[in-house]
């Protein structure tokens, strides 16, 4: 399916009251949530790693492989917390910036008429 002009715009946080309420939902919401996920996986998969370990030396594949599988699952959280907090950053950071770029040009675009003095 292609994504036309309007509709890959129809949910786009344009205003700045909609991207401070993007910005607070990141925040308030998706941020601890994953992080509540991420802390989750750690506790039950701790918990496999030492079911499966070496008890008399010989311990099973399993325990490595889940080892391995939750350092990748630990980075891959790592970098969604990353962009998270890089999103709501710039969704904070936006309208000042643009509104910024909207003054300077309006001053510099706007020199004294001669209409002016009358």
């Not at 715009?9 to 991420?38: C, F, H, M, V, Y």
């Amino acid at each position: 399916m292609t994504i036309g002009p309007t509709q890959g715009q129809q949910n786009l946080a344009s205003s700045p009251a909609r991207k401070r309420a993007a910005a607070r939902a990141i925040e308030n919401r998706i941020e601890p949530d994953t992080r509540r996920s991420g802390e989750w996986a750690d506790e039950d998969t701790g918990a496999a790693v030492r079911a499966f370990d070496a008890k008399d030396g010989h311990g099973w594949i399993t325990s490595s492989a889940l080892k391995k599988a939750h350092k990748a699952w630990g980075d891959q959280v790592k970098s969604l917390m990353n962009r998270l907090s890089s999103e709501k950053v710039s969704l904070r950071a936006t309208t000042a910036l643009l509104q910024g770029t909207d003054f300077g040009v309006g001053a510099q675009v706007r020199t004294t008429s001669s209409l002016d003095r009358y």
